[in-house]
């Protein structure tokens, strides 16, 4: 890889298969991002990992795939694939299935909040907690991060609405980017 802040090449840890299953510190350290992170051995800048990247979880069948070449899932049936565009969206889809929720279910639910606060943002998923479980969704505003929660039952509505329309879960199947701009072609505007 080369440095962005010096200009020299060189070696870039190979992240192309993180198995969970084989090292299962890297769970942790796929969600705090710092697997991500390689020092440039010239100037000791903080580089981040070039794609492709790929998340396999055995154990829960999920595989998260960020690249742009093309791939398939073929072969992974029984498997939840994701293709995503960024290590965020990586780290956000690893921590969405790590809290057991769906992700399919969780875009609508972002979506449909999105709607109610009347603003064009990009929700994310930071974390699920609390007695009754509720979402922190965060998204950017005026250069500071805002942090929105909203209760379980919203999730649990989104979870309704996917079960009683199965073109939403047929269209989830194999490697998909499932995101908010999925999500709206399924809603009528």
């Not at 020092?39 to 595989?63: F, M, N, Q, R, T």
């Not at 049936?77 to 929720?101: H, N, P």
Request: glycine share 8%; with cysteine.
């Amino acid at each position: 890889m080369i440095c962005p802040k010096c200009g020299r090449e060189f070696a870039a840890p190979d992240l192309r298969s993180l198995n969970v299953a084989a090292d299962p510190s890297l769970r942790e350290r796929v969600k705090d991002g710092s697997v991500f992170v390689c020092k440039c051995p010239v100037c000791g800048a903080d580089c981040l990992a070039p794609e492709p990247i790929l998340y396999h979880d055995p154990e829960h069948k999920l595989l998260i795939a960020y690249t742009t070449a093309g791939l398939s899932s073929e072969g992974l049936e029984g498997y939840t694939c994701r293709l995503v565009s960024s290590v965020g969206e990586l780290i956000e889809k690893v921590k969405v299935f790590d809290a057991g929720l769906d992700d399919v279910a969780l875009e609508l639910c972002k979506f449909v909040t999105s709607q109610e606060l009347k603003k064009n943002v990009s929700l994310k998923f930071l974390k699920m907690d609390g007695a009754d479980g509720e979402i922190t969704l965060t998204y950017p505003e005026n250069g500071q991060m805002q942090m929105l929660e909203i209760g379980h039952n919203v999730y649990t509505d989104c979870v309704g609405i996917v079960s009683r329309n199965p073109v939403l879960r047929q269209s989830a199947q194999g490697l998909v980017r499932i995101d908010q701009a999925w999500v709206s072609q399924f809603i009528a505007g």
